[in-house]
């Protein structure tokens, strides 16, 4: 079998987990497995390397941001082959050039073009272990681009996809995935299965266990993906095509505090003006979530939506900059508001879910500011203050409790 396993930050923390995944690995290899892993960096190793950029500059080039970032991955990558090669095992460690993993241009939220599998291949081919680096890939400038926080489960399913792996095993700090995060809802149940559709769902809201393009990916080439704990031998959750071992009305709540609101004031009620505000912000790579339009009063009307925060600055500027053009009168931001969601397929042919979830943020005391709705989720915006008390309730009135 062709294996690909990818570990997280927090699985190549230090020396000792180090050593713990490339015994892993070396048990499956000695069954006679081509092993292919993917690495993130060691710990908070991205989180530090944005800091030492604050301290050359606020305003970094993504270009230099993601120069630095790359750094990170081959350090993880290359301590590792040391590790496995110490233990009798030959192997390799290869950075996005070297395999050739081909990416869009945006620096920092570049997207998969395609992953060369000959030089992965060929060193299969003599019984090397390969140990790829997650989250970078290159640009058609010749550039490291990196493919967004958390970007090395896409990595880990680009690869499987090319090299057609048989499995793709995505190791964690947790033993699978949740019914919601466990570190905030004690009593959340792993769930045994999910579908691509519903974790597509619950990554993209912000339960960050899997990057949401590794889904979208995942589910394109019909990657079955199993998440396990890199600590036990538990079985994990299995993401596939059709999960149908627990139907359940839902399968999980997600909160997202990276999460901005801007309110747009008096802008001229007629043809054309969220086209020309929202055209602004796409035009410029910005994602916009949640919208609410006001009533139009006295011929003008205030529209409100949600940004990431990591957006906040650039949206803010962009317009800011086009004030005059788009007619506004008053641009206002909050940054402590967080959404929670609910997800779930069977949502669709049931009533009720929306009002048994205002129900339970009312019982908790929450106030709910944007409300947005699709056939598989609820999502509401709230305080950022209220999330965990929000989830806990939200996730007992569904039953969802082990
Ligand atoms: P890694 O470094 O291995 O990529 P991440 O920190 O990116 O790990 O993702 C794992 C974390 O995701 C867990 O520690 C957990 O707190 C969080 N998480 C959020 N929602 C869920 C969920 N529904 N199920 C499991 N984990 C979740
Ligand atoms: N190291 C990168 C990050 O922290 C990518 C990853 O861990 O998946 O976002
Ligand atoms: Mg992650």
New binding site residues.
């Given amino acids: 079998m062709l294996i690909v396993k990818k570990?997280?930050?927090?699985?190549v923390a230090d020396k000792e987990c180090i050593f713990r995944v490339a015994e892993r690995c070396i048990e499956d290899y000695r069954k006679g497995n081509d092993i292919i892993v993917v690495l993130?960096a060691m710990g908070d190793t991205t989180d530090e390397l944005i800091q030492k950029a604050k301290m050359i500059t606020s305003d970094p080039s993504k270009r230099e941001m993601d120069m630095l970032l790359a750094t990170g991955e081959q350090v993880s990558a290359s301590l590792l082959s040391m590790a496995i090669n110490s233990l009798g095992v030959p192997a390799v460690s290869l950075n996005a050039f070297q395999v050739a993993f081909h990416c869009t241009s945006t620096y920092g939220g570049a997207r998969v073009k395609r992953v060369d599998s000959q030089r992965i291949r060929h060193e299969l081919d003599y019984k090397k272990i390969v140990v790829v680096t997650g989250f970078q890939g290159v640009n058609k400038y010749d550039d490291f681009a990196t493919l967004g926080r958390?970007g090395?489960?896409t990595s880990a399913v680009a690869i499987a996809a090319s090299l057609h792996a048989d499995l793709c095993e995505?190791?964690?700090?947790?033993d699978?995935?949740?019914?919601?995060?466990?570190?905030?809802v004690s009593n959340?149940r792993k769930l045994k299965e999910i579908s691509y559709e519903e974790m597509l769902e619950?990554a993209s809201l912000?339960?960050?266990?899997?990057?949401n393009r590794s889904v979208e990916m995942a589910k394109k080439y019909g990657v079955q993906l199993v998440?396990r704990s890199?600590l036990n031998n538990n079985p994990g959750t299995i993401v596939k095509e059709v999960a149908k071992v627990e139907k359940m009305l839902i399968s999980?709540v997600?909160s997202d505090k990276n999460t901005s609101r801007i309110s747009v004031i008096g802008v001229d009620d007629k043809p054309g003006v969220a086209f020309r505000i929202f055209n602004t912000l796409a035009k410029n790579n910005i994602n916009v979530d949640l919208i609410l339009q006001s009533v139009g009063r006295g011929g003008t009307k205030d529209i409100s939506f949600t940004i990431a925060q990591d957006d906040l600055n650039e949206t803010l500027s962009l317009l800011e900059r086009s004030k005059e053009l788009l007619g506004i009168s008053d641009i206002l931001h909050k940054d402590n508001v967080a959404k929670i969601s609910v997800v779930g397929a069977g949502m669709l042919s049931n009533p009720g879910i929306a009002a048994k979830m205002f129900e339970a943020l009312f019982n908790a005391g929450v106030n709910i500011s944007m409300i947005s709705t699709s056939e598989v989720r609820i999502t509401v915006l709230i305080d950022e203050n209220d999330v965990e008390r929000a989830m806990i309730s939200v996730h007992d009135a569904f039953g969802l409790a082990d």
């Fill in positions: 570990f997280g930050g927090s699985s993130s958390g090395s489960d995505i190791y964690t700090d947790v699978g995935v949740y019914t919601a995060d466990p570190r905030v959340a619950l912000g339960a960050k266990v899997l990057h998440v890199s999980g997600a």
